[in-house]
């Protein structure tokens, strides 16, 4: 269990944005697998509950999904992610009879699913699981797709990845799953990167203003002292930008103006603290820029509508519950989140 003895140093926070979100997120690599196939085939694939992701390694294929009608060929060293639930197809030939692809994966040995005839075509596919209470701040900010091409300045960074993951998971060493996970999902981190690097408009959120060369260097500082009461004209300042310009173009790009996205900020890190429940109310509001425990109270109250000291007494209920029931891992932590919700939502 962490120490939260100063939220700014908590989970890695050193002014990197995206590593807090993924950190807020609980975002982690849960299962990897692989798709061998040859000839005509078509998967077929339900709206998934994760990010999906899948790294084409070998030959091409067809990606399209149920809402549109132009497909995406996928060829030989691209990537792409899937952050939205849609049903989508992966196929040689769209005209394929199409095949359920959950359960051919479910019927794989050792994860290796094989269709068709022949191995012309070669892909490695992971799911990256978020936290269910927080996942939205990530999953809600990437587009629809992200398709990184083979052919890119991106790929490149990826290539030793892929052939790494690819190691792990074929050698069947000690480690290896763990291994397989962590390289997947450093995959998807990457690939995330890659949308960043090449991001132009789009829709607002905290994804795209870490994209934007102005505004960036305003949430990295945000992030790297959240307890600091920063004032607009001292961030403006920061970034060479005048006031106005800079409350103009932050809530333009990020959807929120400036110290909103603040106040927002202090608050996911004020419910991650009062999940992990190692210091008390008044400790985390100090540690978070609030002088009084009442300021902290109330403006997480006002933030969430609930006070912290019953978000924290639900969770530690729900954590003394799930361990005399023996329970552990990520499927406890999302049905204490539901029991959480629903308890809350009653009141």
Not at 54 to 80: H, I, M, R, Y
Not at 166 to 185: T, Y
Request: aromatic share 8%; net charge positive.
């Amino acid at each position: 269990m962490p120490n939260l003895e100063d939220l700014r140093h908590y989970s890695g926070m050193k002014g990197d944005p995206l590593t807090d979100i993924l950190s807020l997120t609980s975002a982690r690599c849960a299962e990897v697998g692989i798709l061998i196939a040859g000839g005509s085939w078509a998967l077929r694939f339900p709206p998934p509950q994760k990010i999906k992701f899948v790294a084409v390694l070998k030959g091409n294929c067809w990606l399209t999904f149920k809402d549109e009608s132009t497909p995406l060929q996928v060829k030989t060293g691209d990537v792409f992610v899937l952050p939205a639930e849609r049903a989508y197809l992966l196929a040689s030939d769209l005209n394929a009879p199409q095949a359920d692809g959950l359960k051919i994966f479910a019927g794989a040995t050792g994860k290796i699913a094989k269709v068709g005839i022949g191995d012309e075509f070669f892909a490695v596919g992971a799911h990256i699981a978020l936290d269910p209470e927080r996942g939205g701040l990530l999953s809600e900010a990437l587009p629809p797709l992200l398709h990184v091409s083979g052919n890119s300045s991106e790929a490149t960074a990826m290539r030793w990845l892929l052939d790494q993951l690819v190691k792990e998971f074929v050698a069947d060493k000690a480690g290896a799953m763990l291994a397989s996970n962590q390289l997947a999902q450093l995959l998807c981190i990457q690939t995330i990167r890659s949308y960043l690097e090449a991001s132009g408009s789009g829709t607002a959120g905290w994804l795209r203003a870490l994209g934007d060369k102005r505004i960036a260097p305003a949430l990295r500082l945000m992030h790297r002292e959240p307890a600091r009461a920063w004032r607009l004209d001292e961030l403006a300042k920061e970034v060479a930008m005048s006031r106005t310009s800079f409350a103009v173009r932050f809530k333009k790009i990020a959807g929120v103006a400036p110290l909103t996205y603040l106040l927002n900020l202090r608050m996911r890190f004020a419910e991650q603290g009062l999940r992990e429940g190692s210091r008390s109310v008044s400790e985390l509001g100090l540690s978070l820029g609030y002088t009084t425990e009442s300021a902290f109270s109330n403006a997480f109250k006002r933030t969430t509508g609930v006070a912290p000291k019953r978000y924290q007494s639900i969770f530690a209920r729900m954590d003394r519950s799930t361990s005399r029931k023996g329970d552990r891992g990520s499927n406890s932590s999302n049905l204490r989140l539901t029991a959480v919700r629903k308890e809350l939502h009653a009141r």
